[in-house]
Every structure is written in C-alpha cells, then in structure tokens.
C-alpha cells in the first residue's frame, strides 16, 4: 500500500479506538452524569476562565443553538453561573460554580489515571513520542478546521551541523525506505553509515555541510554536500532522505534549496550528486534546480543491478 495511504488507515483506525476506548461512545464521561460535550464545556471553562457563550461557540466547534442549551443545563445543573460582563451589559460570562470546581476535579482526577495507566504499557521513548504525536496531529486538526497554519513550535525547522544520533537515523531513514521500496539489503545500508560517519568528522571544514529536517527533535530529512571528496573545486550532493509522511511536503524543496544556496555561497565550479534510474520524483526536484543527467551505467554496488546515473549543475 501507498505510504501515505497506509497512514491515514492507520490514524483512522488509532481515532476509532479512542473513541471507543476514551469513552465517546457512551451517554456520560469521565465518571459525571453529563455527556462527553458538557465534560468538554467544563473543561474549557476552566483553562479560560470567565468566557463567553459565543467564545465557547467557537472553541467548541457546535452550533450555537446546541451550546445554548447545553449551557442552560449546567446552570440548571449548579455547575456554572452567569455574571454581567463589565465592558458589555448585554454579554453574560460564564464561570465554575463551586460545585463545577469540584466536578472538574474529578474529571481530571479520572483522566490522569486512565492515561497514567495507558502509558505505563508503553516504554518510556513511546511515551514521548505518543506525546509528541498526538500533540501535533491535534494542532493540525484544529487548524485544518480553521483553515490556518498550524503553530510555529510544531512546524519542521531545518538545523545544520552534527547532531547528536544523526549517523543511526540517516542510516535508518535511508535503510528502511530502500530496502521497502527498491530491495536494497545491508550492503547499502552499511555503506551509508560508514560514508556519512566519515563526513561528519569532516564538519569543521568550511566546504562541508549538513542540514537537518528537525520535528519535535526527531530528524524527518537530511542532505549534506561534501566538498572534498570529489576535489577539483566539484561538491557532492549526498545523503538527501525524507521521512515517508514528509514526501510531496516541499521539505525535500526546502533542503535542496540550502544546498544550492551553500554551493553558490562556497564558490564550487559543479555540484554532483549519484542516484539511479527509479528514483523519478527526485530526479524531477533535482532537475528543477538546473541539475542535468551526465552519466549513465549499469552498476550492481548495492548488491542488485541497476541503471546508476549522475547529475550535474554547474555553478561557475
């Protein structure tokens, strides 16, 4: 199945778990009486305070008929009580009872322990990233609902230099999509960690650089050029991956970019980079950045035999 495809099954079927096993499904929520709307409501109320029938309107996502009548009730109910906005008579805000405060507790006291209970199954690294996860595809689909940008701190931010596990995970990254997709085996993969351990003690030279694709302080892409290897002032583009959910992002765009901009910055004569004839969205992105095929050969140094190309920019 298509990477992509197999994501958004995998994220459906996860949301239709949680939605069974949070309790959705159910008349009541959390241990209340109420139903999973009017424990949200109380919720909110209580991270923003004194709010708005109309705030809640839009935070909530529901019509305002729905919201007004849900509210009535947990005025009825003594939870929440209307008090005069100062700035605008004809606006009522709404504020936690007493009572409501003691029902949030407890809302959040039976929330902290079915969590505290799911992430014990977990190792500690998948507690993490399950936090990260789960953060972030919240904040997309909040934004996708907007129709904004999700927010800068869980954007893509592209780093350079060594970073600490970079060799492991450039390796992984380059391992895992190759063999899945084009049957590479260790050979390939040994080669790609031995070739870029051996740059990356190379960094402190001013003709060598790396840039990292970072989320959450996970490396989701890379591509370096070397400036050594190849010698007569030529750079070496290599080492270019994408995580599988970053492909058709523009983040590949975006990497090749900082290259392009480091070899006219150095003053290299040509850049050129190595890959094979499969390989067509890439080929495509590479050729966009004036970069034209040199080179053309049967190699089997993957330990399969395929058609091996090289492609050229000229700089100078």
Partial sequence: MNPELQTIKNVREASRLMVRELGFMNQTLAATDYPPSAVHTLLEVETYGAISAAQLVQILGLEKSSVSRMLAKLVKAGELEERPYAEDARTKLLNLTEKGRKTVQTINAYADDRVTAALEKLDPFTQITTSQGLSSYACALKASRENTEVNASNSVKIVTG???????????????????????????????????????????????????????????????????DLGNNEAHLRWFILEDGCRGSGLGRKLIAEAMAFCVEQRFSSVQLWTFNKLTAARRLYESFGFTLSKEWEGDQWGSTITEQQFTRKIT
Wanted: overall charge negative; glycine content about 12%.
């Fill in 162 to 228: 060594y970073h600490p596990g970079m060799i492991g995970r450039i390796a992984e990254m380059h391992g895992g999509y190759y063999a899945r997709e084009h049957n590479f085996g260790v050979i390939f993969e040994s080669k790609v960690a031995a070739g870029l351990a051996d740059f990356s003690v190379r960094l402190d030279k001013s003709c060598n650089q790396i840039w990292l694709a970072m989320v959450n302080d996970r490396i989701v892409g890379s591509v370096a050029i070397d400036g050594e």
